[in-house]
């Protein structure tokens, strides 16, 4: 009888091991990911997005088009106000497109493989890989990954669960968290196409921006419409102790200095809308908040525009993570 209960023992280990990868890079499923990955021509993916920032939900509808060898474009929709931002890479570099604005803003960057890109098959792919220890499980025919991110260090981001099909090895949902295990981001991919069928300007920034001004319903509010905003709420120990406006030609800023546990200074300029498509250069790295596609510099500034106003928060004190923090308390236009 004890032969048998040791038996028995044995087979279910078997069966449980038989189910869990241990990271083993040889394993078929992650070789597999690599070696769909490399053979894969073109794709596009539709996904909603919901980032979660100060218990606040934000939902966007993200569109993901590829073409080989490294042509990228992200379209991502804010379901709050229609608002649309392009993320583009192309032969000429690195893109954001405001299309509401008219206006193009060119990064020195590598993206999109410079960190996790949780809507990107490249970037979860290559999360998996780097992981010394990738763990998975198979659930329901499909492969389920817990691994680490590749995130900023100075963002609260993780780890992630990464849903795999098990019959395309394609991308279905990913989860991100945060140190203590909150849910941060989470992506639902509805369809995935490797054989779509691309435009032959899908990657040039002018026939972008169209397509991306003709796809919204969003209208940048008119400069008499417009408001500097105040932060809704300050952390503890946070005091506002300077507050200007300054005019400048066709166009207004206003200062914020804020200090105490946090001392940081939030600067915010009307901007003007282009008749003629204009490109600004930027120096900093793209990144993805609740505010849409902003602009991270030397991890001491962040950079979003909202409403018709860029706004940018400066401090040599907080985090990338308090930095997003903060631009979250700025939702309500002063006076209203």
């Known amino acids: 009888m004890r032969k048998i209960i040791i038996l028995l ?21 992650i070789k597999g990911l690599g070696e769909k990955v490399e053979k894969i021509e073109e794709f596009e993916a539709n996904a909603v997005m919901e980032i979660t920032e100060n218990e606040k939900t934000h939902v966007f509808d993200v569109n993901v088009k590829y073409q080989e060898p490294n042509f990228y474009k992200v379209s991502l929709t804010n379901r709050d106000n229609d608002n649309v931002q392009v993320i583009l890479k192309n032969d000429d570099g690195v893109f954001v497109l405001t299309p509401a604005l008219n206006k193009s803003f060119k990064f020195q960057s590598d993206w999109p493989l410079n960190s996790s890109q949780p809507y990107l098959y490249q970037s979860l792919v290559q999360d998996i890989l780097n992981d010394d220890e990738p763990i998975y499980v198979k659930e329901e025919g499909n492969y389920v990954f817990d691994t680490e991110c590749n995130y900023r260090e100075t963002r609260d981001l993780t780890s992630q669960k990464i849903i795999i099909n098990g019959k395309t090895l394609l991308p279905m949902e990913v989860t991100v968290k945060d140190s203590e295990e909150n849910t941060k981001i989470h992506v639902l991919f509805n369809d995935f196409n490797v054989k779509p069928s691309l435009n032959e300007n899908e990657f040039e920034i002018d026939y972008s921006m169209q397509t991306a001004q003709s796809n919204t319903t969003y209208v940048i509010p008119t400069l008499a419409e417009r408001d500097f905003v105040y932060p809704t709420y300050l952390a503890e120990g946070v005091e506002q102790h300077v507050e200007a406006t300054v005019d400048l030609t066709n166009t207004k800023r206003y ?25 600004d250069y930027v120096y900093g790295d793209i990144i993805i908040t ?33 930095l997003i923090d903060v631009s979250n308390q700025f939702t309500i236009p002063a006076g209203k």
């Not at 069966?15 to 499923?29: E, T």
């Not at 200062?255 to 009307?270: H, I, S």
């Not at 001491?300 to 040599?316: M, Q, V």
Request: net charge negative; glycine share 8%.
């Open 290 to 322: 609740g505010n849409g596609v902003a602009e991270i510099i030397n991890d001491s500034s962040l950079k979003w525009i909202h409403n018709g106003i860029e706004f940018r928060i400066d401090s040599e004190e907080l985090t990338v993570q308090e």
């Open 9 to 29: 023992s044995v087979i279910a280990l078997s069966l449980v091991l038989a189910s869990c990868g241990r990271g083993d890079k040889d394993a078929d499923v």
């Open 255 to 279: 200062v914020m200095g804020f200090q105490g546990d946090q001392n940081y200074f939030v600067y915010q300029e009307y901007l003007n809308t282009e008749e003629t498509m204009t490109t």
